[in-house]
């Protein structure tokens, strides 16, 4: 185990520019050129230029931009389960009304035929 780390850090150890971007990873040269992250061309300029805005490195501004992300999706994820959830206490409280008149309600405020 210890070595397969090992290994997998040599191989992706990221390499950093003098400008301290992140461009490449170092690879062994048997295994070629290898990004285990691809980014679109235009993603990575994107990211570049938030880097320069922000005086940061590429690495730091992707990590904080992912961070971003996920601190989003975390929230998501837990206001929908909890919506889940009251909607199972409601149908458990009896409080639900016949689908037809839902979808009546619903045509009537979108303006929808039937």
Do not use: H
């Not at 989003?72 to 458990?92: L, M, N, P, T």
């Amino acid at each position: 185990m210890r070595l397969t780390v090992e290994i997998e850090y040599v191989l992706l150890r990221p390499s950093i520019n003098a400008d301290r971007s992140l461009t490449t990873f170092n690879c062994a040269p048997t295994v070629g050129s290898m990004n285990p992250f691809p980014i679109k061309p235009e993603r990575l300029a994107e990211l570049e230029e938030l880097t320069r805005r922000r005086g940061t490195t590429t690495a730091e501004a992707l990590d904080e931009a992912l961070a971003a992300y996920l601190d989003w999706e975390r929230q998501d994820y837990q206001e929908a389960v909890a919506g889940i959830r009251q909607g199972y206490q409601d149908v458990k409280a009896g409080r639900t009304k016949p689908a037809d008149q839902f979808l009546d309600d619903l045509r009537r405020k979108d303006d929808l035929q039937r």
